[in-house]
C-alpha cells in the first residue's frame, strides 16, 4: 500500500516548463501507471488516513477523481453515511478540479457526474450548484452540447429552482461532440482552448450519444425557463430552434409542435402579434405542424383582429385542449395582454382621450377601465397619466425614449451575438481544414486547376463593430 501513494502523487510533473507534448505523454504514461493498480488498494490507508485526505483534488484532480470513483464502487449502498460522505466531495471535486487534467479521463469524470445527479435526484435537493459548475469548469462556453445539458436542466426545473441553469442555458450552444480529427496533434488536449469542441468529442467520453429528441427537449425546456423570467427574445430563440430542426421525410415531432404552439402565444403576448413564419422554415413540415395547432391559430387570427369577445369564446371553448397542452396560463395572460393592447392601439389615433371614451372602446364599465388603465400605468404597459375629476382624461405620452433606450440594448446584444459567432465559425473553418475530405478536395481542384487555396479563406470575417450605445427565482411550473 505504501507503493500507491507516490504513483498517485506522480502528477501532474513539478517541472512548469513543459511543453504541451512533453505534458501530454507524461499524462497518458501516468494513466497507464494508475490502469495497474489493484482494485482493492484503493480504499486502504496510509498512516490512518485515507487517500482521499492526502490527495488534493485541484492538484491532483486524475489521481483524486479515481480513487473517488474506486470507492464509490467498493461502498455498499446500505452505508449511507459513507456515501453522503463520498456524495460531498464529489461536489466539491466537480467545481474545484483542474479542468485540464480531467480532459484526460472523460469517463470517469462523467461517472462522478451521474453519481452527483443521482444523489440530488435521491435526497430532493434544491442545490443545483455543483452540476452547474462542474459542467463550466469542464466547458466555461457551455457551448458543446451533452446529455448533461438537458440532465441539469431537468433536475433545476423539478427542484424549481430553474434560475439555477440560466448560466448554462445563457450560452448559446455552437457544437455536438464530434469525430475527434486525425490531423490534430497528438499534445491536443493539453493546449489552452477557447471553444471545448476539440476535446469534448464522441470518444472523449464526457457524453453519451446524443439523441435528436435531446436537443429539442433541451430546447423546449429552456424556452419554458424563460417564459417564467419574461425573456421573450430568447423564448422565441429556443422555440425556433425546435420548429426548425430537421425532420426525416418531411415529418414533424410532437416536441415540434408543442414548441410551435408557445411560439404562436408568445409572439401574442410579447408583440401584440404573431410572429412571422421563420423564413428557413421546411414548408412541408411547418404544414403538419400548424394542422395540428388549428385552435392556436384560431385565437391568434382574433388577437390580430382584436376581437375580445370572440377570442375568449374561443379560450372557454378550447379549455380542455389548453389543460391538456399546459397552456391554460398562457392563454390567460394573453387574453389579458389583448385588453392592454386594445388600449395601447388608442395612442395610434389620439393623444388623449375621456376614461368613458376608452371604455366605450373595450368594452368594459368605466370602473373597470379606471383600474386596468392604472394598472397598466403603474406596471410600465402605458406611457400615460389620467386626469384627476369627474370626467378623467387619459393622456397618451411619448415613448420615442424608451424605444431608442431598447434599441440600443438590442444592438448591443446583437453585436455580442455577432463577435460569438464569428469565433465559432472561424473555429469550424479551421477544423474543416484539417479534415480528410478537406485534403482531397484541394487535390481535386489543384488536378482541375482550380484556385491554389480554399475559397472560406479569401472571406473577410474581421469587422468593425458598432459605435455603443447607451438597459430571483419565480414559480414558473405553471407558465
Known sequence: MADILPTLLGFPPDEKKLTHKQYDSQANTYLRELSKISSSA?????????????????????????????QIEATSNKNTERLEHLFALAQVFLTTCDPVQIRYVGEEWRTLFEFVCKG???SQSTDCGALVGGLLRLDPTAGTFTPNH??????????????????????????????????LP??????????????ITEKSGFSIKILPEYVLEYYLLGAHVYIGLRNF?????????????????????????????????IGLLSEGKGFPLPKTADAAV????????????????????????KFIAEADAGEVVWSEDGNQRLIKEVADALMRYRVTDLQKTYA??????VADQIGLSANDTMQLLQSMIQMGYLKASISSGSDAVLCFHSTDT???????????????????????????????????????????????????????????????PPVSLDDGDEDIMGA
Not at 430563440?237 to 411560439?263: D, H, M, N, R
Not at 395547432?293 to 388577437?303: I, M, Q, S
Not at 469565433?423 to 487535390?443: P, W
Open 186 to 199: 497528438e499534445d491536443y488536449l493539453s493546449e489552452a482552448h477557447e471553444l471545448s469542441n476539440p476535446y
Open 352 to 357: 388623449a382621450l375621456p376614461v368613458t371614451r
Open 120 to 122: 440530488i435526484e435521491g
Open 150 to 183: 438537458l440532465r441539469v436542466l431537468r433536475l433545476c426545473i423539478r427542484a424549481r429552482v430553474p434560475s439555477q441553469a440560466l448560466p448554462i442555458l445563457d450560452n448559446d450552444i455552437y457544437a455536438y461532440p464530434s469525430k475527434a480529427v486525425k490531423n
Open 286 to 309: 411547418m404544414k403538419s405542424i400548424r394542422n395540428l395547432a388549428k385552435p392556436y391559430e384560431a385565437l391568434a387570427d382574433d388577437f390580430d383582429k382584436r376581437d375580445y369577445k
Open 402 to 464: 424608451s424605444s431608442t433606450s431598447i434599441a440600443a440594448k438590442d444592438l448591443e446584444d446583437q453585436t455580442e451575438r455577432i463577435q460569438n459567432l464569428v469565433t465559432f465559425i472561424r473555429d469550424a473553418d479551421r477544423r474543416l481544414q484539417l479534415s480528410k475530405e478537406y485534403v482531397e478536395h484541394q487535390k481535386r481542384m489543384k488536378k482541375a486547376g482550380g484556385p491554389d487555396g480554399d475559397i472560406a479563406d479569401a472571406m473577410d470575417l474581421s469587422w468593425d
Open 42 to 70: 484503493w480504499s486502504k490507508t496510509v498512516d490512518k488516513k485515507g487517500l482521499l485526505e492526502l490527495l488534493d483534488p485541484t492538484t491532483n484532480s486524475i489521481a483524486y477523481l479515481v480513487t473517488l470513483n474506486r
Open 233 to 265: 427574445n430568447r423564448t422565441r430563440l429556443f422555440l425556433e430552434t425546435v420548429i426548425l430542426s430537421p425532420s426525416p421525410a418531411k415529418a414533424c415531432s410532437g416536441l415540434q409542435v408543442e414548441a410551435y404552439k408557445k411560439w404562436v402565444l
